[in-house]
């Protein structure tokens, strides 16, 4: 199917039917599959078959939805993992080790954050924080010969921050270092990294993936455009695997990043996505493009309402003219830039909670990118744990709501945000 466009590729790729088989993918909810020949079951445990056998490391409905994802980004093969998170530090554990490090973009959700600067120290993987908008010689000189990864979000969260893919992939190349990004908020209907020089792709596939609020998931997207070959930086890539017979991943022709993965991250920790969450999931990514144009086209005017009112103290969206990623956003993501806008209300935090509070279709919860209008205040809830100081160097200020435009009427959500707008 790598010839068909993305928006036929949503509906169609992943799962294709037998004759007298179901349409759509089957939910196999089922831990462990039948073996009456010894020696088939053997091969799946030495990686000589694609079979499945236990479901902690592959299950047929999972792998549907991991193939379409896979396609969608233009992947050689894709890990359906538990959540977003499970994704994030499964793909990094695949790399990384006691004494290397992570260099990665301050500007990025606050649960990643937290998981690079004080869960992964603890495992002795340090994290160095650059700033998105630093110059290339700035961001250069954090990596050093234990770098194992660079990881940026395409669009951050909640800071609205557009990556220049260009710089830091650049950067990348020259070092041999894997450029991770997580694609979450773009999705591969407005952007593809792959076309900009990414080496992994994360999802969290309970935002516009899923679309719907109902799974919860993650997926580890391995583009097969990186050469581990004799690359001393991922020494264990080109070192036997005694726990796999001596396996060399570096020697495998395809999937290198995937199955080094599948093999060991996800057979020994086990966060694999369930049958149930990966069903929902493809059937919800069968209207993703349809979605992102909408989500795209009623933030755009939602962000023109808010940047005339007086009582907003600034908007970002990378659609305003304006705004200072609105270059980037042009040059990465042409077709739409997307559901998640921010805005600063003119107050302090109690403003914030009233102006939220009188919201009566838009809704506050602690998720994103459904079809859903929602809101929340960050510096108060998903960053919470950090400081002002913090909260400042990671885009987040006290009077920042984060608003995820659904794909209601434009006219109705605007509506709604004028009438709470008047109570405060």
Known sequence: ???????????????????????????????????????????????????????????????????????????????????????????????????????????????????????????????????????????????????????????????????????????????????????????????????FGANVILHSSSKYLDGHAAALGGVIVDLGNFNFKNNPRYAAFNEPDESYHGLVYADLPAAVFATKCRAQMIRDIGAIMSPQNAFLSYIGSDTLALRMEKHSSNAAKVAQYLKKHPKIEWVRHPSLADNKYHALAMKYMPNGQGGMMSFGIKGDVKTCAKFMESLKLITQETHVADVRSCVLHPASTTHRQLGKADLEKAGVPENLIRLSVGIENPDDIIADIEQALENI
């Open 1 to 195: 199917m790598k010839n068909y466009k993305l928006d036929t590729l949503c509906v169609q790729a992943g799962y294709t039917p037998k004759t007298g088989e179901s349409r759509i993918p089957s939910i196999a909810q089922s831990t462990t599959f039948f073996y009456g020949d010894t020696q088939a079951m053997a091969d799946c445990f030495d990686l000589k078959s694609a079979d499945y056998f236990y479901s902690r490391l592959a299950n047929p409905t999972v792998a549907a939805f991991e193939g379409k994802v896979a396609a969608l980004e233009g992947g050689v093969a894709a890990i359906g993992c538990s959540s977003g998170m499970s994704a994030t530090t499964l793909a990094v554990l695949t790399v990384a080790g006691a004494g290397d490090n992570v260099v990665c973009s301050q500007a990025v959700y606050g649960g990643t954050y937290n998981l690079f600067t004080v869960t992964l120290p603890k495992l002795g993987i340090a994290c160095k924080l650059f700033d998105p908008d630093a110059s290339a010689e700035e961001i250069e000189k954090l990596i050093d010969d234990k770098t194992k990864m660079v990881f940026v979000e395409t669009v951050a969260n909640p800071a609205i921050c557009v990556i220049d893919f260009d710089k830091v992939a650049t950067i990348c190349k020259k070092h041999g270092v894997i450029l991770a990004v997580d694609n979450t908020l773009a999705t591969p209907a407005l952007c593809r990294p792959k076309e």
